[in-house]
């Protein structure tokens, strides 16, 4: 068994890889060899994989319904038997409501991952790649939502929209795109004169595919660091729009909704408002942690940034 | 650098305002492009939330013409644009007054406050970056590292939460929520001449040294939260600059020359690491602003988060756009003046 | 008794790849005369110069049986000790002036910052004296190079004003690292011919870092050839044309002559057997 682990290792730390596959397999190896050494992005990993677990198997792991009102049971303080982190206003369970929450997060920063980048993908690559008028007009563009303040413009965009969660990961989504297309265009534009790009163009390929098949290939790995780290704070935007009001609505166990309810018993009922901003905290210094980690690891140039 | 050539810096520097000046109108009519557009898909007529709903036909349709609400959609944005250009963002629905008017009035507040909370992020941030890497992986750079990730992680309102619970609740440390004790809001209004805004500079000036303390021991606690975010950003930023600038050859020629480290570092370096440092304190700067809205709503400090975020409460449109608008414009604003801070600090950006 | 004793000396860098060790054991002996390093990039040459002065910065680690300056052992000074000696026993000019003075200081502030910071002259002696020493260097117009910024200045100019910068203490060793591989080959000669012309009339040691075994041996007296961090050969600079070892001879081999054969220009032999 050893044997066979060790015969893995030497073959993905071979020097001189015989296949593609090899290299970069041996590549993948050697970037979690240099991250396991970074205690610090462990720690984020293990957050990170505490969340999904937390979310896959909330109805288990939680003692009570997230949901279901128990007025009798108002407001009690940590540590009661069979309601660790205590009861909100309602008599509900906040551990419970947590766990559920994080399903309600989970689901926000996920939809947020798969949008926002495409569309700054998409943005900066064709950008990029035609340059000169489409350039000029797509980056002016892009640079006129980078000068709005990125919770503010969400605020306006859920206040015209009405609030509620849909809404609320759309005005999330319609604000992070642009530094994905900052990135993509810088990424683009290195490899947009490669003679391997002019090859695929001279076997007829038209624009539509070699940015598709080429150009993205290309700019993923940058846009994958950067989508990362900011999901930490599109966590802290989806719980700020929470907080006012403006995202999930209740009875859903959003924790920024749920900190905005515990307001009330900030000075008496301390736990309410703090057990939930806790979970937030932790899940964002989790995907920090991560990201920080991999960028070390897959881009050493920017180390410590 | 000779003689012949002295015509021509000036031409360039007239040419390169021109261009700032240029992109700075674009991304302006950008901003107020982006906010007519959200402002028009309102679901709220603006007709009946003027006129109320009792209004006759005829006073609507007086009104839509007067709001030009039946010219074509272009012509609107022209005239939004030009009403904006001169200040104008409308009436808000809720006092009748100028949206302008009411910015003004609140704005100083939001100023007072992430000007101090800059102070300190600046103040504690840099010296703890340049810690940092001065001595990389120690224990030192680790806490540092981990500090700053702690603040980026932070949601703002729940450390503002935690905050007045810690130290107002429990400890009695600072004055609580607002930007003076109930007993002088009052005496601040008709006993100190207004000249900035700012509680703190009006106190001063007049004197009040007594309302000065009290305005202290409430803005201290939102400033030295937001300063801790602000911290985190610059510590982080500092340090990546500073590592840098460490590993560049003119610091062996001062470390040759025999210069003590600390006139390398914070001479040698430092003077390298203002140039980018410049923008990432000009945009902490804008963040604070925008971190604002939530900190403000915690703190009931009368700012411009706190006007939008009533205004985004009562339905009050003009009110939430006139803000964006202008939180807008400040952040470009600083844009601006890191640029020409950076071509002063950098001498190869002069030429 | 000699200006600098180096026995043993070793390089190394605690990298994530292991241990690379950039000078494996060099040993010299340096009195008030020219030494020439010689080896390709790599070999170690410009840490050998960066150890005396005990600049490397970790996580490279310095070690040597003995490294004694004017007698005060180099291995136990403390840093303030070793901060004694920059500048006015021990000086270095670097390769590119782009990268080697400071980018946001004016030219006279830099020139003038020993004199000041150290020697607490007024700014009225430190201007003088920074004056003079680009008048020793041949700048026509040294007052309006001192309101200059580095990147206001041609290569040659700024090489130039880095010599006077180093000299100005008068210094009794000066460490010369390529100090002319980054300019351009006209004006190499002038800024060549300067240095040297300095270095003969204040009778100082000079240790002459370069990959160009020619131009060592024009201005050195001996000749130290690296390779792989190790010594391969040392030979007084009038014997270079008897070089034995066939590194030497490589690197003499590989260079153009005017009025030589023109064949294609042999490549360098290499052996890793020479560094055991």
Request: hydrophobic content about 50%; charged content about 20%; some cysteine.
């Amino acid at each position: 068994m050893s044997t066979g682990m060790s015969q893995i290792t030497t073959w993905l730390r071979d020097p001189n890889p015989t296949s593609r596959r090899q290299a970069r397999l041996g590549q993948a190896f050697m970037a979690w060899l240099r991250m396991r050494r970074n205690p610090l992005a462990m720690v984020g990993l293990a957050i990170v994989a505490v969340l999904l677990v937390m979310a896959a198997f909330a109805p288990w792991l939680a003692p009570h319904d997230p949901i279901t009102q128990d007025l009798s049971n108002r407001l009690l303080p940590p540590l009661t038997p069979g309601h660790l982190l205590g009861t909100d206003d309602f008599g509900r369970d906040i551990l419970s409501r947590i766990l559920y929450g994080s399903r309600i997060t989970l689901f926000i920063i996920g939809l947020v991952a798969v949008t926002a980048p495409v569309f700054g993908l998409l943005v900066g690559t064709v950008a990029g790649y035609f340059g000169g008028w489409t350039d000029e007009i797509l980056m002016r563009i892009t640079d006129i939502f980078l000068a709005f303040p990125k919770l503010i413009l969400a605020l306006a965009l859920v206040a015209v929209l009405g609030p509620g969660m849909e809404n609320a990961i759309l005005a999330i989504a319609l604000t992070s795109w642009p530094p994905y297309a900052r990135v993509a265009r810088a990424e683009t534009l290195t490899v947009r004169t490669s003679d391997y790009i002019a090859a695929v163009r001279l076997q007829g390929a038209g624009p539509a595919r070699i940015i598709l098949g080429h150009v993205m290939p290309m700019c993923l790995p940058s846009v994958i660091i950067r989508v990362t780290l900011d999901m930490a704070g599109v966590i802290l935007i989806a719980a700020g729009l929470g907080f006012l009001g403006l995202g999930v609505q209740p009875p859903l166990p959003e924790w920024g909704a749920m900190i905005s309810a515990g307001r009330k018993y900030l000075f008496e009922q301390w736990w309410v408002a703090t057990m939930p901003g806790l979970a937030i905290f932790i899940v964002s210094l989790g995907f920090n942690l991560l990201g920080d980690g991999l960028r070390d690891v897959l881009d050493p140039r920017s180390a410590g940034r | 650098m000779s003689d012949t050539l002295a015509a021509s810096p000036l031409t360039r520097t007239v040419k390169r305002l021109i261009g700032v000046a240029a992109s700075l109108l674009f991304t302006f009519i950008g901003l107020l492009f982006v906010t007519f557009i959200i402002a028009r898909i309102v679901p709220i007529d603006p007709v009946l939330s003027i006129l109320g709903d009792r209004a006759t036909d005829a006073q609507i349709a007086a009104e839509r013409l007067r709001l030009g609400l039946d010219e074509p959609l272009w012509k609107q944005f022209g005239i939004y644009v030009w009403q904006a250009l001169q200040g104008d963002f409308g009436i808000s629905i809720r006092t009748r007054e100028p949206v302008i008017a009411e910015i003004a009035r609140f704005f100083p507040a939001t100023l007072e406050l992430a000007t101090l909370a800059t102070i300190f992020g600046v103040a504690l941030g840099v010296p703890a970056g340049v810690l940092a890497a001065t001595k990389p992986g120690s224990w030192a750079d680790q806490i540092v590292r981990l500090v700053g990730l702690m603040g980026y992680s932070m949601p703002v309102f729940w450390l503002g939460l935690m905050g007045l619970l810690l130290f107002y609740g429990v400890l009695g440390w600072v004055g609580g929520p607002g930007r003076l004790d109930a007993a002088y809001d009052m005496m601040f209004e008709f006993e100190v001449t207004q000249r900035s805004g700012m509680i703190l500079i009006d106190t001063a000036l007049a004197g009040r040294w007594d309302m000065f303390a009290n305005a202290i021991s409430h803005i201290i606690l939102p400033a030295g939260l937001l300063g801790y975010l602000s911290m985190a950003y610059i510590s982080r930023m500092t340090r990546s600059f500073m590592m840098n600038e460490l590993g560049q050859e003119y610091i062996t020629t001062a470390r040759v020359k025999g210069m003590p480290e600390r006139r390398v570092i914070w001479v040698h370096a430092m003077r390298n690491v203002m140039v980018p440092l410049i923008t990432v304190v000009a945009l902490s700067y804008a963040s604070l602003l925008e971190g604002a809205v939530l900190t403000e709503t915690i703190f009931g400090w009368p700012g411009l988060g706190s006007y939008i975020t009533d205004a985004l409460m009562a339905n009050n449109m003009p009110a939430v756009m006139g803000g964006t608008i202008v939180v807008g414009m400040v952040y470009i604003g600083l844009n601006l003046l890191s640029d020409i801070l950076y071509k002063l600090v950098d001498p190869r950006a002069r030429t | 008794m000699s200006l600098l004793s180096v026995k043993n000396l070793r390089v190394s860098f605690d990298t994530e790849a292991g241990l690379v060790e950039a000078v494996r054991g060099v040993s010299f002996e340096l009195g008030r005369e020219r030494l020439g390093i010689v080896g390709e990039s790599g070999s170690g040459k410009t840490m050998t110069g960066r150890a005396v002065l005990r600049l490397i910065r970790p996580p490279g680690r310095i070690e040597a049986d003995r490294m004694a300056f004017d007698g005060q052992d180099l291995m136990r000074a403390t840093e303030r000790e070793m901060r004694a000696l920059r500048g006015p026993r021990i000086a270095m000019v670097m390769q590119d002036p782009k990268y080697s003075l400071n980018p946001v200081m004016k030219v006279g502030a830099q020139l003038m910052e020993g004199l000041r910071q150290r020697d607490r002259l007024s700014r009225m002696e430190a201007h003088d004296k920074a004056i003079a020493a680009l008048e020793a260097v041949q700048i026509r117009d040294p007052g309006r190079v001192m309101e200059a910024y580095p990147h206001e200045l041609s290569g040659g100019m700024g090489q130039r004003v880095m010599i006077a910068m180093m000299l100005i203490p008068n210094p009794d060793l000066l460490i010369a690292d390529e100090p002319t591989s980054a300019l351009d080959v006209t004006v190499q000669a002038e800024v060549l011919a300067i240095l040297d012309g300095l270095v003969r009339n204040r009778g100082m040691g000079l240790i002459f870092i370069s990959h160009d075994l020619r131009l060592v041996a024009r201005f050195c007296d001996r000749v130290l050839v690296m390779y792989k961090g190790k010594v391969v050969e040392e030979l007084a600079a009038q014997d270079l044309m008897q070089a034995k070892h066939p590194y030497t001879q490589g690197l003499l081999n590989c260079l153009p002559r005017i009025g030589g054969p023109r064949q294609p220009l042999p490549g360098l032999d290499r052996n890793a057997d020479w560094a055991v």
